[in-house]
Nanobody
Framework: QVQVVESGGGLVQAGGSLRLSCAAS????????MGWHRQAPGKQRELVAG???????NYADSVKGRFTISRDNAKNTVYLQMNSLRPEDTAVYYC?????????????????WGQGTQVTVSS
């Protein structure tokens, strides 16, 4: 079983900053990638930022230059530094992790999601 726990959400004024954290724990051999998604009311969940084990990153166009994703491999943790926040960034932010699990039949990959953390940006 793999657990994914997010923290760091909250209420902030437009132009402010927040830092989200996400820690993965449980029985897995390695983490291939971690990422942040968000879902605003009435909208589909969208990818915000992702990072691979090789530290290759990708960002949604709407957050480029404002958000930075990073990871601490020793702690199985990924961070999302969000600066210059806008009201349209308001959403529930979900962490996702893609892990490799080793079994007697061989390795396989599976992804796990956290429960989400609310980010609200007031104008």
């Amino acid at each position: 079983q793999v657990q994914v726990v997010e923290s760091g959400g909250g209420l902030v004024q437009a132009g402010g900053s927040l830092r989200l954290s996400c820690a993965a724990s449980g029985r897995f051999a390695s983490i291939k990638a971690m990422g942040w998604h968000r879902q605003a009311p009435g909208k589909q969940r969208e990818l915000v930022a992702g990072i691979t084990s090789g530290v290759i990153t990708n960002y949604a166009d709407s957050v480029k230059g404002r958000f930075t994703i990073s990871r601490d491999n020793a702690k199985n943790t990924v961070y999302l530094q969000m600066n210059s926040l806008r009201p349209e960034d308001t959403a529930v932010y979900y962490c996702n992790t893609l892990v490799t699990i080793t079994t007697k039949w061989g390795p396989y990959e599976n992804d796990y999601w956290g429960q989400g953390t609310q980010v609200t940006v007031s104008s």
